[in-house]
């Protein structure tokens, strides 16, 4: 698989058509899979949690999930040509679980958030099993959580506690979980539960859904001044690190 290193971190140049019509040959491997996002956030803090840029450059797929990564791929290597929504990822593998039968795991959120998502994803996707839930204010402790999601005998793993939360907890312990493919999800539930309405179609379209999420939501306006922060960090490093 191609890669690009933005700002220390690996990223795959690799499109959603691309994982869709890997899954079934990776169904016949053993895994685990680990589906983790790159976005301009985690580009821009990652080297505060060594542990997490250990845990992206390990990953099997290291998705390139925000417009910012594709710009920025175009002004290094130009690798990276698109970019791949952790959401629409989520759909596709629950479309996977639910023509192939597999039993799925949902962790995050607030109670009232999970509570809808998985009442959602069980009327629209039929055939896969929700083998459990653990929503993101839990009193559980970490082994409680692991031997939790364990004894559902779960295929399927999706983490939805934001960042640097869900990719610290699967940077400890996916590997004591026996899933095969996991995925960190950030906000996912909310827009699957319906309590959150996605971007609008146009935003999407002109990669502006940043945007939109960050003027929607008071608690995201930090987001716009990341961005800048995030090309002009990746920049410097690219600048010292090319060529070795």
């Known amino acids: 698989m ?6 220390g971190l690996e990223v795959d140049a690799i499109t959603l058509s691309e994982i869709v019509q890997s899954l079934p040959e990776l169904d016949r ?36 999930d ?35 039968h ?6 995050g959120a607030k109670p009232d958030v999970l509570s809808q998502a998985v009442e959602n994803i069980e009327r629209n996707y039929p055939g896969l099993t929700v083998a459990g839930s ?9 082994q409680d959580i692991v031997e939790t999601i364990n004894r559902s005998q779960t295929d399927m793993v999706f983490v939805a506690l934001g960042f640097p939360r869900q990719e610290l907890w699967l940077a400890n312990h996916y590997q004591e979980v026996e899933a095969k493919y996991f995925q960190d999800v950030g906000g996912a539930f909310d827009v699957i539960s319906g309590l959150v309405k996605r971007s609008p179609d146009i935003f999407i379209k002109l990669n502006l859904e940043w945007l939109y999420r960050s003027l929607s939501n008071p608690k995201r306006l930090y987001r716009i001044v990341e961005l800048p922060l995030f090309v002009m960090k990746a920049k410097k490093w690219y600048k010292s690190n090319k060529g070795k």
Do not use: C, W
Not at 41 to 59: C, K, M, R, S
Not at 66 to 89: D, F, M, P, T, Y
Not at 102 to 107: P, V
């Open 134 to 142: 653990i929503d993101g204010y839990t009193n559980m402790s970490e």
């Open 29 to 64: 491997q053993t895994g685990p899979f680990t589906f983790i996002s790159v976005n301009p956030q985690i580009g821009l803090h990652a080297e505060d949690y060594p542990e997490i840029v250990t845990f992206i450059n390990q990953a099997t797929h290291r998705i390139p």
């Open 66 to 100: 925000g417009i910012g990564i594709v710009k920025v791929s175009q002004q290094q290597e130009k690798k990276i040509k698109e970019r791949v929504a952790g959401i629409e990822l989520m759909y596709e593998l629950l479309k996977f679980a639910d023509t192939h």
């Open 2 to 7: 191609t890669i690009e290193y933005i700002n």
């Open 102 to 107: 597999k039993r799925i795991f949902l962790y």
